[in-house]
T-cell receptor
Protein backbone atom coordinates (compact mmCIF):
# COMPACT_ATOMS: atom_id res chain seq x y z
CA UNK A 1 0.00 0.00 0.00
CA UNK A 2 0.94 3.64 -0.15
CA UNK A 3 3.34 5.00 2.40
CA UNK A 4 3.41 8.36 4.12
CA UNK A 5 3.41 11.21 1.65
CA UNK A 6 4.37 14.81 2.16
CA UNK A 7 3.92 17.89 0.04
CA UNK A 8 5.52 19.91 -1.20
CA UNK A 9 8.82 18.05 -1.32
CA UNK A 10 10.70 21.34 -1.61
CA UNK A 11 9.60 24.79 -0.51
CA UNK A 12 11.56 27.99 -0.92
CA UNK A 13 10.08 31.06 0.70
CA UNK A 14 11.08 34.53 1.73
CA UNK A 15 11.55 35.56 5.30
CA UNK A 16 8.28 36.73 6.83
CA UNK A 17 6.02 34.57 4.66
CA UNK A 18 3.75 31.85 6.05
CA UNK A 19 4.14 28.26 4.88
CA UNK A 20 1.93 25.20 5.19
CA UNK A 21 3.39 21.72 5.00
CA UNK A 22 1.14 18.76 4.40
CA UNK A 23 1.35 15.17 5.57
CA UNK A 24 -0.83 12.31 4.37
CA UNK A 25 -0.31 9.31 6.67
CA UNK A 26 -0.74 5.65 5.92
CA UNK A 27 -4.44 4.87 5.72
CA UNK A 28 -5.84 3.76 9.05
CA UNK A 29 -2.91 4.90 11.14
CA UNK A 30 -4.05 6.49 14.37
CA UNK A 31 -0.93 8.40 15.33
CA UNK A 32 0.83 11.10 13.34
CA UNK A 33 4.12 12.75 14.28
CA UNK A 34 6.04 15.79 13.07
CA UNK A 35 9.81 16.09 13.33
CA UNK A 36 12.31 18.69 12.20
CA UNK A 37 15.77 17.71 11.00
CA UNK A 38 18.55 20.23 10.68
CA UNK A 39 21.44 19.50 8.36
CA UNK A 40 23.84 17.02 9.94
CA UNK A 41 21.51 16.25 12.82
CA UNK A 42 18.95 13.64 13.70
CA UNK A 43 15.23 14.39 13.60
CA UNK A 44 13.86 16.40 16.50
CA UNK A 45 10.32 15.83 17.79
CA UNK A 46 7.83 18.67 17.28
CA UNK A 47 4.32 17.37 17.97
CA UNK A 48 2.02 14.38 17.59
CA UNK A 49 -1.64 13.49 17.22
CA UNK A 50 -3.83 10.55 18.05
CA UNK A 51 -6.74 10.78 15.63
CA UNK A 52 -7.55 14.52 15.52
CA UNK A 53 -6.38 15.25 19.06
CA UNK A 54 -3.00 16.90 19.51
CA UNK A 55 -1.45 14.88 22.32
CA UNK A 56 1.83 16.66 22.76
CA UNK A 57 3.16 19.87 21.30
CA UNK A 58 6.08 20.32 23.63
CA UNK A 59 8.58 20.26 20.78
CA UNK A 60 7.14 23.19 18.85
CA UNK A 61 9.85 25.88 19.10
CA UNK A 62 7.56 28.88 19.54
CA UNK A 63 4.07 30.14 18.82
CA UNK A 64 4.83 30.69 15.13
CA UNK A 65 4.55 26.94 14.71
CA UNK A 66 1.20 25.18 14.80
CA UNK A 67 -0.23 21.91 13.57
CA UNK A 68 -3.66 20.47 13.00
CA UNK A 69 -5.27 17.22 11.95
CA UNK A 70 -8.95 18.15 11.79
CA UNK A 71 -10.39 14.90 10.48
CA UNK A 72 -7.91 12.52 11.97
CA UNK A 73 -6.12 11.87 8.70
CA UNK A 74 -4.19 14.55 6.81
CA UNK A 75 -2.18 16.97 8.92
CA UNK A 76 -0.83 20.42 8.22
CA UNK A 77 2.15 22.02 9.93
CA UNK A 78 2.02 25.80 9.59
CA UNK A 79 4.90 28.17 10.18
CA UNK A 80 3.97 31.83 10.36
CA UNK A 81 6.35 34.70 9.64
CA UNK A 82 9.15 32.37 8.64
CA UNK A 83 12.72 33.08 9.67
CA UNK A 84 15.97 31.81 8.20
CA UNK A 85 16.51 29.60 11.25
CA UNK A 86 13.35 27.68 10.26
CA UNK A 87 15.19 26.23 7.25
CA UNK A 88 15.32 22.45 7.71
CA UNK A 89 13.85 19.16 6.58
CA UNK A 90 10.40 18.64 8.08
CA UNK A 91 9.47 15.00 8.45
CA UNK A 92 6.14 13.38 9.13
CA UNK A 93 5.59 9.87 10.43
CA UNK A 94 2.59 7.74 11.26
CA UNK A 95 2.00 4.64 13.34
CA UNK A 96 -0.82 2.17 13.71
CA UNK A 97 -1.88 2.87 17.24
CA UNK A 98 -1.27 5.49 19.85
CA UNK A 99 -1.67 3.18 22.80
CA UNK A 100 0.34 0.34 24.18
CA UNK A 101 3.77 -0.71 23.06
CA UNK A 102 6.41 1.05 21.00
CA UNK A 103 4.80 1.26 17.61
CA UNK A 104 6.96 1.49 14.54
CA UNK A 105 6.82 4.96 13.08
CA UNK A 106 6.75 5.06 9.28
CA UNK A 107 8.36 8.17 7.86
CA UNK A 108 7.57 10.17 4.79
CA UNK A 109 10.22 11.58 2.43
CA UNK A 110 10.13 15.00 4.10
CA UNK A 111 9.69 18.59 2.98
CA UNK A 112 12.89 20.57 2.53
CA UNK A 113 12.12 24.15 3.62
CA UNK A 114 14.48 26.95 2.68
CA UNK A 115 13.83 30.44 4.00
CA UNK A 116 15.71 33.17 2.13
CA UNK B 1 14.88 13.21 29.88
CA UNK B 2 16.47 10.83 27.44
CA UNK B 3 19.36 11.38 25.07
CA UNK B 4 21.22 9.41 22.42
CA UNK B 5 24.87 9.61 21.46
CA UNK B 6 26.21 8.02 18.30
CA UNK B 7 29.97 7.73 18.36
CA UNK B 8 31.42 8.64 15.00
CA UNK B 9 29.56 10.79 12.52
CA UNK B 10 31.30 8.95 9.66
CA UNK B 11 32.30 5.29 9.45
CA UNK B 12 34.07 3.80 6.46
CA UNK B 13 34.46 0.07 5.84
CA UNK B 14 35.50 -2.17 3.01
CA UNK B 15 32.97 -4.37 1.27
CA UNK B 16 32.78 -7.66 3.18
CA UNK B 17 34.10 -6.19 6.41
CA UNK B 18 32.30 -6.00 9.73
CA UNK B 19 30.03 -3.02 10.27
CA UNK B 20 29.83 -1.61 13.80
CA UNK B 21 27.86 1.55 14.51
CA UNK B 22 27.84 2.67 18.12
CA UNK B 23 24.91 4.04 20.09
CA UNK B 24 24.70 4.94 23.75
CA UNK B 25 21.58 6.28 25.40
CA UNK B 26 20.50 7.78 28.66
CA UNK B 27 17.04 7.23 30.01
CA UNK B 28 15.50 7.32 33.45
CA UNK B 29 13.29 4.34 32.64
CA UNK B 30 13.83 1.14 30.64
CA UNK B 31 13.77 2.39 27.07
CA UNK B 32 12.54 1.22 23.76
CA UNK B 33 15.37 1.44 21.25
CA UNK B 34 15.37 1.75 17.48
CA UNK B 35 17.75 1.88 14.56
CA UNK B 36 16.59 3.65 11.39
CA UNK B 37 18.35 3.92 8.03
CA UNK B 38 18.02 6.82 5.64
CA UNK B 39 18.88 6.54 1.97
CA UNK B 40 19.29 9.70 -0.12
CA UNK B 41 16.00 11.42 -0.92
CA UNK B 42 14.01 8.85 1.03
CA UNK B 43 12.32 8.70 4.39
CA UNK B 44 13.73 6.93 7.40
CA UNK B 45 13.20 3.18 7.35
CA UNK B 46 13.14 1.01 10.45
CA UNK B 47 15.97 -1.52 10.62
CA UNK B 48 15.14 -3.05 13.98
CA UNK B 49 13.80 -2.27 17.43
CA UNK B 50 14.18 -3.48 20.98
CA UNK B 51 11.15 -3.52 23.24
CA UNK B 52 11.39 -6.25 25.84
CA UNK B 53 12.67 -9.80 26.06
CA UNK B 54 15.66 -11.03 24.09
CA UNK B 55 18.43 -8.48 24.12
CA UNK B 56 19.84 -9.49 20.73
CA UNK B 57 17.55 -8.13 18.06
CA UNK B 58 17.71 -9.09 14.41
CA UNK B 59 16.54 -6.74 11.73
CA UNK B 60 16.33 -6.41 8.00
CA UNK B 61 19.23 -6.70 5.56
CA UNK B 62 21.34 -8.80 7.94
CA UNK B 63 21.68 -6.16 10.66
CA UNK B 64 21.40 -6.90 14.36
CA UNK B 65 21.82 -4.98 17.60
CA UNK B 66 22.31 -5.94 21.21
CA UNK B 67 20.75 -4.10 24.12
CA UNK B 68 23.21 -3.91 27.01
CA UNK B 69 21.58 -2.27 29.99
CA UNK B 70 24.75 -2.20 32.08
CA UNK B 71 26.54 -0.29 29.34
CA UNK B 72 23.48 1.72 28.25
CA UNK B 73 24.36 0.74 24.69
CA UNK B 74 22.56 -0.50 21.60
CA UNK B 75 25.27 -0.95 18.98
CA UNK B 76 24.36 -1.98 15.43
CA UNK B 77 26.36 -4.65 13.63
CA UNK B 78 26.48 -6.52 10.37
CA UNK B 79 29.03 -9.27 9.75
CA UNK B 80 29.74 -8.42 6.13
CA UNK B 81 29.16 -5.01 4.56
CA UNK B 82 27.61 -4.65 1.15
CA UNK B 83 27.83 -1.66 -1.14
CA UNK B 84 24.08 -1.18 -0.78
CA UNK B 85 24.51 -0.58 2.96
CA UNK B 86 25.94 2.87 2.29
CA UNK B 87 23.50 5.25 3.94
CA UNK B 88 22.97 7.30 7.08
CA UNK B 89 21.97 5.45 10.23
CA UNK B 90 20.10 6.85 13.22
CA UNK B 91 19.71 5.40 16.67
CA UNK B 92 16.61 6.49 18.60
CA UNK B 93 15.06 6.00 22.02
CA UNK B 94 11.48 6.12 23.19
CA UNK B 95 11.30 6.41 26.94
CA UNK B 96 7.63 5.51 27.05
CA UNK B 97 5.33 6.67 29.82
CA UNK B 98 4.36 10.29 29.37
CA UNK B 99 6.99 10.54 26.65
CA UNK B 100 5.48 7.68 24.68
CA UNK B 101 5.84 8.16 20.93
CA UNK B 102 8.40 10.93 21.21
CA UNK B 103 11.49 9.49 19.62
CA UNK B 104 14.78 11.09 20.55
CA UNK B 105 17.36 10.56 17.81
CA UNK B 106 21.11 10.58 17.76
CA UNK B 107 22.91 12.83 15.30
CA UNK B 108 23.39 10.04 12.81
CA UNK B 109 26.30 8.07 11.38
CA UNK B 110 27.09 8.10 7.68
CA UNK B 111 28.32 4.69 6.56
CA UNK B 112 30.55 4.53 3.51
CA UNK B 113 31.35 1.17 1.93
CA UNK B 114 34.24 1.05 -0.48
CA UNK B 115 35.20 -1.79 -2.83
Amino acid sequence: GAGVSQSPRYKVTKRGQDVALRCDPISGHVSLYWYRQALGQGPEFLTYFNYEAQQDKSGLPNDRFSAERPEGSISTLTIQRTEQRDSAMYRCASSVSGTGGPDTQYFGPGTRLTVL
Amino acid sequence: AQSVTQLGSHVSVSEGALVLLRCNYSSSVPPYLFWYVQYPNQGLQLLLKYTTGATLVKGINGFEAEFKKSETSFHLTKPSAHMSDAAEYFCAVDAGGTSYGKLTFGQGTILTVHP
